[in-house]
């Protein structure tokens, strides 16, 4: 697919849990389990995650993931266009 992933990338505040690149949009993703994927958007803001990734010429995409333990699926996600 040429798509370029990478996990656990450090930028100035902590670390992002999933950069996906396409060629046309650049993804950050930040993963927890049993909680909110509210929580994982705060952390994505609180930290800026998408500051680190801004001279890379595409739209960033803040995609934040609740995975369920429970059920064994997800649980609720968000997305927010840069």
């Known amino acids: 697919l040429n798509y370029y992933v990478d996990i656990e990338v450090r930028t100035p505040r902590g ?4 950069v996906l690149r396409t060629n046309t949009t650049l993804y950050v ?6 909680k909110t994927a509210g929580e994982a958007m705060e952390q994505i803001n609180l930290k800026n ?5 801004a001279l890379c010429g595409l739209p960033v995409v803040k ?5 369920d333990s429970e059920r064994g699926t997800i649980g ?6 840069g």
């Open 76 to 81: 609720d996600w968000e997305i927010e266009k």
């Open 49 to 53: 995650y998408p500051e680190r990734f």
């Open 63 to 67: 995609v934040a993931i609740n995975f």
């Open 15 to 18: 670390r992002v849990d999933v």
């Open 29 to 34: 993703m930040e993963l927890k389990l049993d």
